[in-house]
């Protein structure tokens, strides 16, 4: 069993939801992103999803396209990344890590040779914005082949046939972005709501949600119907309200306020 489905097992075992930050690798600075990770992990965290940066990323606001643009003057690329992945394996064997990026990095190393490095690294999923399925078969034996699950995006725009496409191919969990539009955005819970059931009853996979989760009560909400909270945006703001050397603190700290919401019983998060 991959470290993905162990945590999602565990997890319903316990009757809980994933929680699953997004950091980009290098922001705010080189030395920062493997404590963070690991803080993340102290304040609830799940699975994390490690952002490799990349200069157009289209799916992403301008809070994250600050983070990648400001990792990339520093020198930050996908060897970096696997860098920072290796080093987060010293100490935590048991935390899902993710990568979560766009094509160009990867087919620049190629793909056979990325599935390699990062199945040494000690990734256990990948999610590539801009790899439609219908191109990503071969991408995706590669990556199983290696013990790395290829995880993809549905959208609210999502055809049935584009759905079907999709969960034909992913492993670990799919990722549903709650937005018609790029990250930072405000969600429509009830929208959430009907577009995640119907995805359930296509798939077993875990079905996270992402884009628009700023706070404990918008993370509850989802929560009841999917089974990942992924936030992004909202934690690279976090990271950037103060000085660098506290970002690890402060990333701790927001995460278990969040983990404290999801996990809080349902009175007491209806009274909230």
Request: no cysteine; hydrophobic share 45%; proline share 5%.
């Amino acid at each position: 069993m991959s470290r993905i489905e162990s945590a999602f097992a565990r997890l319903r075992a316990s009757g809980r939801k994933a929680l699953v930050p997004y950091v980009t690798s290098g922001h705010p600075t080189l030395a920062a992103t493997v404590p963070i990770m690991r803080a993340l992990v102290a304040g609830g965290a799940d699975v994390i999803e490690l952002g490799v940066p990349f200069s157009d990323p289209m799916a992403d606001g301008p809070t994250i396209q600050r983070a990648n643009e400001s990792a990339l003057a520093l020198g930050v690329g996908l060897r970096a990344v696997l860098a920072y992945v290796r080093e987060f394996r010293l100490q935590d064997d048991v935390t899902p890590v993710v990568l979560m990026g766009y094509a160009n990095p990867i087919e620049r190393m190629g793909a056979e040779r990325f599935a390699d490095e990062a199945s040494a690294a000690g990734v256990d999923g990948v999610i590539v914005v801009d790899y439609p399925p219908e191109e990503s078969r071969a991408f995706a034996a590669v990556m199983g082949s290696r013990g790395i699950d290829p995880i993809f995006l549905l959208a609210p725009t999502s055809t049935d046939f584009r759905i079907n496409e999709v969960l034909a191919l992913a492993r670990g969990y799919v990722y549903y972005v709650s937005l018609k539009g790029i990250t930072g955005g405000t969600l429509d819970i009830d929208d959430v709501r009907r577009r995640v059931m119907m995805i359930k009853e296509r798939t077993q996979l875990p079905v996270g949600v992402g884009f628009g989760i700023r706070d404990g009560a918008t993370a509850r909400l989802v929560g009841e119907v999917a089974d990942a909270v992924i936030i992004g945006t909202r934690m690279i703001q976090v990271l950037e309200e103060g000085d660098a050397a506290g970002a690890a603190e402060r990333a701790q700290a927001f995460t278990a306020g969040i983990r404290q919401a999801l996990d809080a019983p349902a009175d007491i998060a209806a009274a909230r």
